[in-house]
């Protein structure tokens, strides 16, 4: 391709913005925010084969490292740009940027797909205020969903469960057994509940995951509680 205009500082930064990395590969440096992806997704995934994303630090990092990837994506454009003729890379044509914006969005599609099964963790907004004191309403709390994949989970764990009847996930501790399959759930706070009688002889295999960390409160003081 023959060399052309100079690539505009602005519109780097406004593409990236828009879609994360496109400022890059409008200004012909795609390997550059390809190589900062890639390690960006390998600290992910070693982070979460060592089972740190559902712990507070562990959740912390990883959103620290998306925002920068993201801010990267938008900040490193105009400042790396060459203010001289621009020579366009074979990926500088329409289907280059269509491209990238369909992997942009792909990517986006498959982390919630594989993050409880491969990086172990989830996180659950708390609706109502059955678990009080210890998890408040709108509470973002961590969830490990590879907690339960050796052992069932124990008395007083606080859980993720799914209703057998409802579908619905609720927040529930284990209150007792059942015999060595079932197990019956209870709220911190024990006003009465449509949904208690269907959280009695559950299914083991219906408790998704242990909650761990309070990850966002409207009380701020609560942000980075471990959940007991």
């Known amino acids: 391709m023959s060399a052309g205009r100079s690539r505009s500082r ?18 012909g440096r795609a390997r550059r925010i390809v190589l900062v992806a890639i390690a960006y997704f390998a600290v992910v995934f070693c982070l979460g084969i060592a089972g740190l ?20 994506g938008i900040a490193d454009p105009p400042i790396v740009v060459k203010p001289q003729a621009f020579e366009p890379k074979w990926y500088n044509r329409w289907y280059g940027y269509v491209g990238w914006i369909a992997l942009v969005f792909i990517a986006m599609s498959v982390v919630p797909v594989i993050r409880e099964p491969v990086l172990g963790f989830s996180v659950f907004r708390v609706p109502g205020t059955s678990m009080m004191p210890a998890i408040e309403p709108r509470d973002i709390v961590l969830v490990d969903t590879r907690a339960f994949a050796d052992s069932p989970p124990a008395l007083n764990d606080v859980v993720i469960v799914r209703g057998p009847r409802s579908g619905f996930l609720y927040v529930r501790r284990v209150a007792k057994e059942h015999g060595p399959d079932s197990l019956f759930f209870k709220k911190d706070n024990q006003e009465p509940s449509t949904a208690d009688l269907e959280l009695q002889n559950v299914p083991v295999s219906e408790a998704l995951g242990r909650v761990t960390y309070v990850f966002y409160s409207w009380n701020t003081a609560r942000i980075g509680r471990r959940i007991e």
């Open 53 to 72: 994303l559902s712990t507070f630090g562990g959740a912390a990092v990883y959103v620290g490292l998306l925002l920068a990837l993201y801010l990267f």
């Open 10 to 27: 602005l519109l780097s930064a406004l593409f990236g913005f828009l879609v994360p990395g496109l400022g890059h590969i409008y200004i």
